[in-house]
């Protein structure tokens, strides 16, 4: 039988208060509280917590607090990876980030998602859908990544866009819903 940590990072329904689900959102809370807690001149103890939070962060990783994630150890993040100040991620499915990203200020990341039927959203389960960000995009500003979509690499999403489906390599694409616009390159 499955444990409920295994559900949601499969894609099913989950109970979002199974005990351990709860130690482990408490424990990301406590770290991103002692992220946003630093102060800019305490680089090294930055990297140390983010690390801590982000097991899988790669070299060069840089997070502006304030910065907000469900757990943390759902966020695979290769090297270079800049957030700037205000993000949030909700990573209780996967949510992998290639090489040289950039997220603007207040972009949110939202691999959480519940029942369209009231019954089932009623029932407290909800579920998560995996996202996938390639290397060297940019997404701008207050920008929202929808569960399940994946980005592709050289990619720029523009701001305030809202992501509710694939976005290919090379691309412009912004807007409600976010429309590829142009090619790049």
Partial sequence: MKTEKEKMLSGELYDPLDPQLCSERRRARLLTKALNDTRDDQAEERARLVKELIP???EGVWIEPPF???Y??????AGKVFFNFNCVVLDVAPVRIGSGVLFGPAVQVYAATHPLDADERSAGRESGKAIDIGDDVWIGGGAIICPGVRIGSRSVIGAGSVVV????DNVFAAGNPCAVLRRLG
């Fill in 165 to 168: 489906k694939d976005i290919p």
């Fill in 68 to 70: 907000y994630c469900d």
């Fill in 56 to 58: 899988s962060a790669g």
């Fill in 72 to 77: 943390g150890s759902n966020i695979l993040l």
